[in-house]
């Protein structure tokens, strides 16, 4: 059973960069499925960040392309989003999920950890 | 970007009653190639990450209750409880991944009346 863990600091200060990894278990972060970060504002809803495929071909939401990064590390079986330019707007718990069976749709999550922007 | 509706934002039902949550997709979910809707359902209980319920539109994850079941097809979704236990208090939330970004709809709470 495959176990996903974030990982990263919970304070970025404004115009900073967030940078968290997953670290993935009971499974290789080399096979065919897509990776993906999603994010939750306090009390709101979710909203899906984008996602990598083993091969590292990338797909990021438009609202927020120019500022991510996600990136996998096959040698330590994790992957990770950068996001720069960190305003008080992405202040959110920020999940890493995979998909069920190479199809999109998401079986596997993580915990989740909460990042917080502030000076 | 597909924009994905749920109706509506927060329901309460009766112990054992049916509960129906809506969600429609600015433009169809449903892919001619294979007749399958890319539209799931998830689940989200306090402090906890989602859970993925039903996929396919209608396709109930495993170890799902069979009381949770989802229909429709091309821009109208339906997910019915059909007999509401106390343990299904949570937000619901419906997800199309037929294309990218993969949006979600803004969720519906669900509570005990």
């Known amino acids: 059973q495959v176990q996903l863990q974030e990982s990263g600091p919970g304070l970025v200060k404004p115009s900073g960069t967030l940078s968290l990894t997953c670290a993935v278990s009971g499974g290789s972060i080399s096979s065919s499925y897509w990776w993906t970060w999603v994010r939750q504002p306090p009390g709101k809803g979710l909203e899906w960040i984008g996602e990598i495929y083993h091969s590292g071909f990338t797909n990021y939401n438009p609202s927020l392309k120019s500022r991510i990064t996600i990136s996998v590390d096959k040698s330590k079986n994790q992957f990770s989003l950068k996001l720069s330019s960190v305003t008080a707007a992405d202040t959110a718990v920020y999940y890493c999920a995979r998909d069920a069976s190479g199809t999109y749709f998401l079986g596997y999550w993580g915990q989740g950890t909460l990042v917080t922007v502030s000076s | 970007d597909i924009v994905m509706t749920q109706s509506p934002d927060s329901l309460a039902v009766s112990l054992g009653e049916r509960a129906t949550i809506n969600c429609k997709s600015s433009q169809s979910v449903l892919y001619s190639s294979n007749n399958l809707n890319y539209l799931a359902w998830y689940q989200q209980k306090p402090g906890r990450p989602p859970k993925l319920l039903i996929y396919w539109a209608s396709t109930r994850e495993s170890g799902v209750p069979d009381r949770f079941s989802g229909s429709g097809s091309g821009t109208d979704f339906t997910l019915t409880i059909s007999s509401l236990q106390a343990e299904d208090v949570a937000v619901y939330y419906c997800?199309?991944?037929?294309?990218?970004?993969?949006?979600f709809g803004q969720g519906t709470k669900l509570e005990i009346k």
């Open positions: 997800q199309q991944y037929y294309s990218t970004p993969r949006t």
